[in-house]
């Protein structure tokens, strides 16, 4: 073979790798949306890839996340849904509140949407049916916000003398008002008067204990608001400090230190939330998806933060929790 002709060869044969690499379909981008910090969703964010894993589906090695942190602030939900579909984003995980999954509706009726919050999916209006959703949006719920009466039964459980009870919510989330409604109810049931405060970000919670206690408040039940797990350490510091019975609507609260949870384990939606990622990036509709709900709701209970506050929790709650923490 001649010189020249081998030289044109080989240079042929090292482009084949490079030809190769040049056809290879580019990997496919999810937007993640959370109402959340990046450090306080950062568990939440595990678990989401987790399932996304079980699918097949590895961040950095067959699939990129474009993260998108509210920091709280449900005001720049809608600018961070609009920025992921400008994006061109193959699918948008809409995780942690229903105001994040609805910014996320209102932006794109073409891209598909998964979401993962508490409250309820058809009441908010984001599907119009659990088994067969509508249009471009599916997810899981962890349903927190119908649980709202069942914490404060478990709470007067506790303390069966209270006469008052705080309620900490986020008013702008929407989904808190059927929570608020849910907990008035119980209350009116079991004879309790029920204080409902506004907390929107950390720094409303010094004026919020102060007016708990200025109304002799007996207990407190908090609202399932995702943004109260960016100040979940102030939050169970405070009722450890002044004394004031808590309970709380995810396990987290109490791991940290707060008295009681009741719910489902969030981890668990999140998970479910990525494993319906990777089913529409195989070819699924989320139309053909329904919308799961929880199985089982725990009830936790930190033994150790109620010999701390001087309470004696009674035999027949010990026995009902799923959990103890000692």
Do not use: C
């Amino acid at each position: 073979m001649r010189r020249r002709a081998f030289i044109t060869l080989l240079g042929g044969a090292a482009a084949w790798p490079l030809a190769a690499r040049a056809q290879q379909p580019a990997m496919p981008v999810v937007g993640f949306l959370s109402a959340r910090s990046s450090t306080s969703g950062a568990l939440m964010a595990a678990a989401f890839r987790q399932g996304l894993g079980e699918s097949g589906y590895v961040e950095g090695r067959n699939l990129m996340i474009e993260y998108r942190w509210a920091e709280g602030h449900y005001d720049r939900l809608a600018e961070l849904a609009d920025d992921l579909v400008r994006r061109e984003v193959a699918i948008i995980a809409a995780i942690s509140g229903t105001p994040a999954a609805l910014a996320a509706k209102a932006a794109t009726a073409t891209i598909p949407i998964v979401f993962g919050n508490g409250g309820d999916p058809l009441t908010s209006g984001l599907v119009t049916s659990l088994n067969r959703p509508s249009g471009n949006m599916t997810g899981v719920t962890f349903y927190t916000v119908a649980l709202a009466g069942k914490r404060l039964e478990l709470m007067r459980a506790l303390v069966p003398t209270a006469v008052a009870m705080g309620f900490l919510v986020n008013r702008n989330n929407p989904a808190e008002e059927p929570e608020i409604k849910d907990a008035e109810a119980a209350a009116r049931a079991h004879g309790v008067r029920l204080h409902v405060l506004n907390i929107t970000s950390e720094r409303d919670i010094d004026a919020a204990f102060a007016s708990l206690l200025e109304r002799r408040t007996d207990a407190l039940v908090v609202g399932s608001d995702p943004v109260f797990f960016g100040f979940s350490g102030k939050l169970v510091e405070l009722t450890t400090r002044h004394a004031i019975p808590a309970v709380y609507y995810a396990r987290e609260f109490a791991e940290v230190g707060g008295l009681m949870s009741y719910g489902s384990r969030q981890n668990d939606t999140y998970r479910q939330a990525g494993i319906y990622v990777g089913k529409i990036l195989q070819g699924a509709k989320p139309s053909d998806l329904p919308v799961m709900q929880p199985t089982k709701f725990e009830f936790v209970i930190n033994l150790k933060t109620a010999k701390a506050v001087g309470l004696q929790i009674p035999d027949k709650l010990l026995a009902l929790a799923d959990e103890v923490i000692e």
